[in-house]
């Protein structure tokens, strides 16, 4: 039982190159999420995906898409990068839709630099 | 605009000490609270969710939340070295999490 796992873990990408973060779980959790993490700037929701199918902007959608692939897999992709978007990346998955909130688990993260 | 906001840290306690973590939150909305830590270089564990006003205890944690005054703590008991990490405040509203932008936490032997 690997939890969420995220690949690749670390990635250098010239100013407008395009890439995409894979992230993946196996504890059959209907929400995913992709955050960004910043010094000084704590975490902060890029898009979650609330069930298989469904997938919404959260506070910083600019620059990014995703896809979730099937129940398993969530992507988030960089079409043209920008130095702004260096950062670390973490996925998370949780177990419940709709008003509740489970906990969420973190992948492992991947630390991105765009030069 | 939903905000976490905790104290600012750095924060130093000594081996076996009591350190108090803090932060207020702004959305009324927001009915579950969380405790992240993480260390350096890793992603957020979760260590304590409350969900209702007064304190949760569990071990050396305790949490306590007061949704009149919009605070969330933690504290932890008989601190050790292996407590010295970032400790992330964290907020729900409609299941989309705001977190705090941490306190880093250092005990020292």
């Known amino acids: 039982n690997a939890g969420v796992t995220q690949t690749p873990k670390f990635q250098v990408l010239k100013t407008g190159q395009s890439m995409t973060l894979q992230c993946a779980q196996d504890?059959?959790?209907?929400?995913m999420y992709w955050y960004r993490q910043d010094p000084g700037m704590g975490l902060r929701l890029i898009y979650y995906?609330?069930?298989?199918?469904?997938?919404d902007k959260g506070e910083v959608p600019n620059g990014y898409n995703v896809s979730r692939l099937n129940k398993r897999e969530f992507s988030l992709r960089l079409e043209s990068a920008a130095p702004s978007q260096t950062s670390v990346y973490f996925c998370?998955?949780?177990?419940?839709?709709?008003?509740?909130?489970?906990?969420?688990?973190f992948g492992p993260g991947t630390r991105l630099t765009v030069l | 605009q939903k905000e976490v906001e905790q104290n600012s840290g750095p924060l130093s306690v000594p081996e076996g000490a009591i350190a108090s973590l803090n932060c207020t939150y702004s959305d009324r909305g927001s009915q579950s609270f969380f405790w992240y830590r993480q260390y350096s270089g890793k992603s957020p564990e979760l260590i304590m969710s409350?969900?209702?006003?007064g304190d949760k205890e569990d071990g050396r944690f305790t949490a306590q939340l007061n949704k009149a005054s919009q605070y969330v703590s933690l504290l932890i008991r008989d601190s050790q070295p292996s407590d010295s990490a970032t400790y992330l405040c964290?907020?729900?509203?409609?299941?989309?999490?705001?977190f705090g932008k941490g306190t880093l936490l250092t005990v020292n032997p």
């Open positions: 964290v907020g729900d509203s409609n299941y989309k999490l705001t």
């Open positions: 409350i969900y209702s006003n």
């Open positions: 998370a998955s949780s177990g419940r839709t709709g008003g509740d909130t489970d906990t969420q688990y």
């Open positions: 504890m059959n959790h209907n929400s």
């Open positions: 995906s609330a069930s298989e199918g469904t997938t």
